[in-house]
């Protein structure tokens, strides 16, 4: 038996197969770079604070994909500014800020869908619905992936250099730093927006994340940890939904888990930073 049977039968696996593998190009590279500017939580911070966009979308149009992702993107930007304002004004940093304000953001969307939506509704929008991805989301998200990779090789150099010596770029360029932190941030929201249409608002971030820490486990380059956290998304992705169709799981917990397992033996196997590798060298050292 064929174990990729279900993607060769059956449009809706293939569907969230596709949407995976667009989020995996374009959300993983982001939550690298995310990862390396010490900004890890200003992924999870706005993945919440896309809710209540998302919910006042659903209020007013019902589960329509692009009223709730116009919503969520809306809402993703207002944080972001808002954080940027706050860390600007006040003594807080920017990763302070956003964890002050995503819970607040989470309570609101929850209480916002609990006025018109059922349970199932609830359910849906914050753990997503992979299996059940229309033609229409994944256009949505195929667009938004390919936009993101495009402005991201744009920006690509200038935002290297920001994230590993940005006194450098303020002196040379002035503003220009600025700006680039808000199109990130912009690019961020966006895929997070594209995510939570798949995987929901809680999960989004497990896919453009997780794969990204994994990946600092195996390389110590930008581009090669780039390349092997999208191939570890891609992986995950595929495992996880042939993990949910044969064991009558969650899908979109699936992906999640199996990249978080696959975090847990990267940490521990990883050949740059891992674990066993740091042991090694460090018992090869005590031997010389």
Not at 237 to 266: H, N, R
Not at 276 to 282: D, K, P, T, W
Request: aromatic share 8%; charged share 10%.
């Amino acid at each position: 038996m064929n174990p990729l049977q279900p993607f060769i039968e059956f449009d809706f696996m293939r569907h969230a197969l596709l949407s995976c593998v667009c989020l995996s190009l374009s959300a993983t590279p982001l939550g690298v770079i995310l990862s390396l500017r010490r900004l890890s939580l200003a992924g999870d911070a706005l993945s919440h604070a896309v809710l209540p966009g998302a919910a006042v979308g659903y209020l007013f149009c019902g589960m329509s994909t692009l009223a709730m992702g116009l919503g969520g993107l809306l809402a993703g930007l207002l944080v972001a500014l808002l954080s940027g304002l706050i860390s600007r004004t006040t003594l807080l940093k920017e990763d302070a800020s956003f964890s002050g304000l995503y819970m607040g953001a989470l309570a609101l969307g929850i209480t916002l869908i609990s006025i018109k939506g059922s349970g199932m509704d609830l359910l849906n929008i914050l753990f997503g619905s992979l299996l059940a991805v229309s033609h229409q989301a994944l256009l949505f998200t195929a667009a938004i992936s390919l936009c993101s990779l495009v402005v991201l090789t744009i920006i690509y150099r200038p935002l290297v250099i920001d994230t590993f010596d940005s006194d450098f770029l303020r002196v040379r360029h002035k503003g220009l730093a600025a700006t680039l932190h808000a199109l990130f941030l912009f690019l961020v929201v966006l895929n997070l927006v594209s995510g939570f249409q798949i995987l929901g608002t809680l999960m989004s971030v497990g896919l453009m994340m997780v794969p990204a820490i994994s990946a600092r486990f195996w390389a110590k380059r930008l581009l090669p940890t780039i390349l092997i956290a999208v191939m570890i998304a891609l992986l995950s992705s595929l495992i996880g939904l042939l993990l949910s169709w044969y064991s009558a799981l969650p899908a979109g917990p699936a992906v999640v888990l199996c990249s978080a397992i696959i975090f847990l033996f990267s940490c521990f196997a990883g050949r740059a930073n891992g674990g066993l590798a740091n042991f090694l060298r460090y018992r090869s050292g005590a031997q010389q």
